[in-house]
Structure formats: structure tokens, C-alpha cells
């Protein structure tokens, strides 16, 4: 008798309808819980990205700042850090060379590889270029410019004479490195163009080849240009591959043949030997930041081209 | 005619161009093993670096340095990495702070690794004070790797069905229940298959590493398992070469005797490993997919 009056009370206090309007409150603690650490764990992105936008550029802008070199100076050809003279445009133009250069050599390649898998024939194009290009992705830059150094640059010196170092054993290292690139971009914008786009031309008895020159590379174009100009990032920030075919000789990257030096190869192989708080240290972080810089422009780039697309 | 020939001309040159592709990976594959295979044996795999003069030993070091560093590296990234993916995925809202954390993750992951290995140099090198470092390594490749991790967690927890969460929530089960026990399950298989790709690409990193991990490794006791003595290989405190690394770096100085050799060898090893990554990767998603549905025999 006791007992049942008790539950009756122990219920009134807390009536079960109660209890279903509101989740416990150790639940809604986990709740919490997990929105604050997922939270967190997002603002950490925004934390590095921000701190290494920051420390970058302060290090880099430090030598113009303090007056050591001057910004005419650092756009010069002039490379002579043992006479004080620090001018890196020959590496600037070398990286934009050599980048502009690889891209145009792997965009036909690349487009060819991702028409070839759509339109000529998608089921056994598919099933081996397809894993082909992941692992060409998977091979470690290293090895890569391993393979440069021990097949590229002989071969060259072999038939065209010079050390075989130089822009071109460059421009075809690179360009095989930013083939997948090319080819998974060019692939994923080739499916997206509606099938009765194709349709509609083969029905007006276009051949295939004038349905792909006239229609789908036409459609598609914003989405090409994406490929290949993610792939010249690729290239313009690529360093130990590069670095070990290029041959570093501050020259002009006017002349295939000739050893040339990239921002990205300069910074590899002084970045460790030179003396911290020196000039010449210094004017390797200011090449870092204008790599950094660069990787914004072709960011911006890049979205500039999709928003292009999207209102087309 | 003219426009049937023309289209005969241009399958034949798409046909030209996917046989040049498929014989440079081919030869590239085939050259690097080939080259390799022959130097790879116990004593390559095992023992440390000869002298410089002499040459010899092998790359036991480095194998042990690039799994270790690995670890570490996914001990920090796949935390994060879920956080900020469930984050991207679940509640973020449109706005400007979600648009600001897209932009973000697009330029993290369009850096030059070169750049990322600087930024750690400044950071977590001289900043911290720790020096050349496998922690210094590990956080700089963090860095590399995470904008990679959320895509990928973001990725497969949308594509899991809307259907299954609406469900769920209209069972009375909170936002994060029903993503710990429900999406989190559904998209384990993308998940776990991206980790892997991921943990791939971090493998054979060595810009990122050249300046924060270093490009030496100290003399390992490989009996002595004691993460604070510095002879100790769990020390992450220690400076430590990893493979990528010590191909760069025999290269480089010219003076290395053997330097063709260990280069070879340790190449081979690495696209072994990249290989055995990407088939390990497709084999577990598929693997975890058909157990998680009715695939299991159970």
C-alpha cells in the first residue's frame, strides 16, 4: 500500500508525457558536444590556412620592408648573391615557363585520354585508363624526378647534345605529373554534357569526330580550361621533381636545352644552406611567397572560369 | 566522304593518344621496377645507410621513419579531418563562414608542398623550438592532408541517402546520434578508401618533409622501444629521413657511391607500396560496404 503511493508520487513528479517533449539531458549534452568539437575542428582549417597566409607573407615581404633589396632589384635578372645582387626574375619566368609549357604539351594528351573514355570507347577505355591515371596520381614526385634524371635527361643529352639537363627535360617530367590532372577533370566535364546534346547531333548526321570538335569541346570548354589550368598549379608549385632535371643555372629559360632554374628549385636547394636572418635567406621566403601568391591567382582563376560556366 | 575520313583520322589519333599514355605508365612502372627489384633484398630493407665513401647498407631507417611519420600523421588528420567533415557535411549553413571554410579548404589543398614544408620550417621547427622533428613532420603533413580529409569525409556523408537521415530523425533521434550511428556507418566504405588514397599520397611526400622532418636519421636502437631516449625509434622528437626524402637526398649529393642503387631501390619500394595502398583501399571499401549490407553471410 505504502510503495504504490510512493510510485503514484514518484510518476507525478515526473509524468512520462513530460519526459517525451524534452530528449534527456545527457543526450542533448552529447549534442552539444559533438557540434562544438566538429566546430572546432573546422575553425582549426581556417586557423592554418590564415597563420600560414600570415607568417608567409611577413617573412617573405620582411627583405623590401627593412630596405635590404629593393623591389626593382628582386624583378631583375641580376643573380649573384655572393656580389649582393638578388634579382629573381629568371626564376619566376623559369617556373611560368616551364609550367605554361608542360600544360600545353599534357592538355591534348590529357583531353584525347578523357574523350577517348567518354565517346570512343567508354567501357574498355574506362576500365584501364581509368586505373591508369590513379596510379600515375599515386607516384611519389621523387620518383618521378628519379626517372627524369636517369632515363629523361640522358636521352635528351643523347640526341640533341648539351647536358641534357634544362626546360625540356622539365617540360616532360611535368607534363606526365599533371597528366591525371587533366584527364580526371576533362573526364568529369565531357559526362556532364547531357546525353541528348549528342544525341540531337548525331541524329543530324554528324560524324563523331564533328560531333566531338563542333559540340562537346565547345560545350565543355570552361571545364577543359579548369583541367588544364589546375594542372599548370600543379606544375608551377611542383619542386624536387623539377629541381632534380632542370639542371639550377640562373640562366634565362629561353632555350630548351640550357640548365634553368625554378623559384621552386632555388628554395629546395638553398632553403638548408643558407644562414638564417642572412638576405639571401630572406629572399627565399619572399619566392615563397610569391609561389604562394600565384597558387591564390590560379585559385581565383579557377573560380572565375566555373562561375563563368554556370551562367552560361 | 571528306567527313568520314576526317572521323577515321581522329579515332585513330584518340587511339594513338591512350596507347602513348598507357606505354609511358607502362615503361615508367616497369623501369622503376625493374631497376629496383634487383638492388631490394633483407639487408636493403633492414639496415641503416652505409658510410658516404663506401656506399652499401640499406634503407631500414627510412622504411621504419616513412610508416611512423605515416602514423603519426593519421593519429592527427583523421580526427580533424572527420570533425571538419561532418562539420562541412551536417551543420554547416549556407553563409559566409561556410563560404569562407570552402575558399579556405580549396587554397589549403592547392598549395605547393614546398610552401607547406616552409610554413612548418617557421612553425613548428624554429617556433616550437623542437628542431628538426618526426612531430615537426607529422604536423606539417597534417597541414597537407587534412583540406584532403574533410573533402573526403564530406563527400561520402552526403552522398548517403537523404532518405536514411529522415528517417532516423523522424525515429525521435538526436542530430548526433543520428550521425554517429547512422551516416557515419553508411559512409564508412568512402570514407576508410579516401584515409587510405590519402595516406598514400602522405607516403611518398618529401617537399613537405625536407625542411621539418629533416633529411638525416640519427643511429636507431631498434631494441630500445622507450619513446623519450633519443636512440629510441618511437622518439618523435628525433630528426627522421623518410624514403621520398633519402631518394631526394642521395641524389642530391652527388658524393653518395651507391647513390644510383639505393635510389632504384628505394623508388621501387615506394611505388610497391603506393601500389599495394591503392588496390588495399578498393579491397576495404568493398570489403566493409558488403559486410555493412547484405553482403554479410552473418
Known amino acids: 500500500m505504502e510503495q504504490l503511493v510512493t510510485n503514484q508520487v514518484a510518476e507525478q513528479k515526473r509524468p512520462l508525457s513530460e519526459d517525451l517533449k524534452k530528449p534527456l539531458p545527457k543526450i542533448l549534452q552529447a549534442e552539444r558536444r559533438g557540434r562544438v ?71 591534348p594528351l590529357g583531353i584525347g585520354a578523357a574523350i577517348f573514355m567518354t565517346e570512343i570507347a567508354p567501357k574498355w577505355g574506362r576500365k584501364i585508363l581509368q586505373p591508369a591515371t590513379e596510379i600515375l596520381v599515386g607516384i611519389p614526385s621523387v620518383v618521378y624526378g628519379f626517372v627524369g634524371l636517369t632515363v629523361v635527361v640522358p636521352f635528351i643529352r643523347e640526341q640533341f647534345g648539351g647536358l641534357g639537363f ?25 559526362q556532364s ?87 639571401y635567406n630572406s629572399i627565399l621566403w619572399s619566392m615563397a611567397l610569391i609561389l604562394l601568391l600565384m597558387t591564390l591567382l590560379f585559385v581565383v582563376l579557377i573560380r572565375w572560369i566555373t562561375k563563368r560556366r554556370e551562367q552560361s | 566522304m571528306n567527313a568520314k575520313i576526317k572521323d577515321r583520322i581522329a579515332t585513330g589519333m584518340f587511339y594513338l593518344i591512350t596507347f602513348l599514355i598507357l606505354g609511358i605508365l607502362i615503361g615508367l612502372i616497369g623501369f622503376i621496377l625493374y631497376r629496383g627489384i634487383k638492388v631490394i633484398d633483407w639487408e636493403f630493407l633492414t639496415e641503416a645507410p652505409g658510410s658516404l665513401l663506401t656506399g652499401g647498407g640499406g634503407v631500414g631507417p627510412q622504411l621504419f621513419n616513412s610508416f611512423y611519420l605515416l602514423i603519426l600523421t ?38 605547393p608542398s614546398i610552401v607547406v614544408g616552409l610554413f612548418g620550417l617557421l612553425i613548428f621547427v624554429q617556433y616550437t623550438g623542437w628542431g628538426f622533428s618526426l612531430l615537426a613532420g607529422a604536423l606539417t603533413l597534417t597541414v597537407f592532408n587534412l583540406p584532403l580529409m574533410v573533402r573526403v569525409v564530406e563527400q561520402a556523408l552526403t552522398a548517403v541517402p537523404r532518405e536514411q537521415k529522415e528517417a532516423s530523425l523522424a525515429l525521435g533521434i538526436t542530430h548526433w546520434q543520428t550521425i554517429l550511428r547512422v551516416l557515419l556507418p553508411a559512409a564508412l566504405p568512402g570514407i576508410v578508401t579516401g584515409t587510405i588514397l590519402a595516406a ?74 603506393v601500389l599495394i595502398f591503392n588496390l588495399f583501399a578498393r579491397w576495404l571499401g568493398h570489403f566493409i560496404h558488403a559486410r555493412l549490407t547484405s553482403g554479410s553471410k552473418s
Open chain 2, 200 to 273: 598514400g599520397r602522405v607516403f611518398g611526400e618529401a617537399a613537405a618533409l625536407m625542411f621539418t622532418a629533416g633529411m638525416t636519421s640519427p643511429m636507431l636502437d631498434f631494441t630500445d622501444w622507450d619513446p623519450s631516449s633519443p636512440t629510441s625509434p618511437l622518439n618523435p622528437f628525433r630528426p627522421a629521413s623518410t624514403l621520398a626524402v633519402h631518394i631526394w637526398k642521395v641524389n642530391a649529393e652527388s658524393i653518395v657511391a651507391d647513390a644510383k642503387e639505393v635510389a632504384s631501390g628505394a623508388s621501387a619500394l615506394l611505388v610497391i607500396a
Open chain 2, 74 to 111: 593519421m593519429l592527427i588528420t583523421i580526427p580533424l579531418g572527420l570533425g571538419g567533415g561532418i562539420y562541412m557535411a551536417e551543420y554547416a549553413k549556407p553563409g559566409r563562414l561556410t563560404k569562407m571554410l570552402r575558399v579556405s579548404i580549396e587554397v589549403l589543398s592547392s598549395l
Open chain 1, 166 to 190: 634544362g626546360l625540356l627535360a622539365g617540360v616532360i617530367v611535368l607534363s606526365i605529373m599533371i597528366l591525371p590532372t587533366i584527364v580526371s577533370i576533362s573526364v568529369d566535364t565531357l
Open chain 1, 37 to 107: 568539437l566538429t566546430y572546432v575542428s573546422s575553425w582549426v582549417l581556417l586557423l592554418i590556412l590564415f597563420s600560414l597566409l600570415i607568417f608567409i607573407t611577413s617573412k617573405g615581404a620582411a627583405p623590401f620592408i627593412s630596405g635590404e633589396v629593393s623591389f626593382a632589384e628582386f624583378f631583375s635578372t641580376k643573380w649573384n648573391p655572393g656580389e649582393n645582387s638578388y634579382g629573381a626574375l629568371s626564376f619566376i619566368l623559369g617556373s611560368l615557363i616551364v609550367s605554361v609549357c608542360a600544360a600545353i604539351v599534357s592538355a
Open chain 1, 193 to 279: 554534357i547531357p546525353r541528348h546534346l549528342r544525341e540531337g547531333s548525331y541524329a543530324l548526321g554528324a560524324t563523331r569526330w564533328q560531333t566531338i570538335s563542333r559540340l562537346l569541346l565547345r560545350t565543355s570548354l570552361p571545364g577543359l580550361m579548369t583541367g588544364v589550368v589546375l594542372g599548370m598549379a600543379r606544375a608551377f608549385g611542383e619542386a624536387l621533381a623539377v629541381q632534380m632535371v632542370i639542371g639550377n643555372s640562373p640562366n634565362l629559360p629561353f632555350n630548351l636545352l640550357t640548365p634553368i632554374s625554378t623559384l621552386t628549385s632555388i628554395i629546395t636547394l638553398n632553403m638548408g644552406n643558407t644562414v638564417q636572418g642572412s638576405t
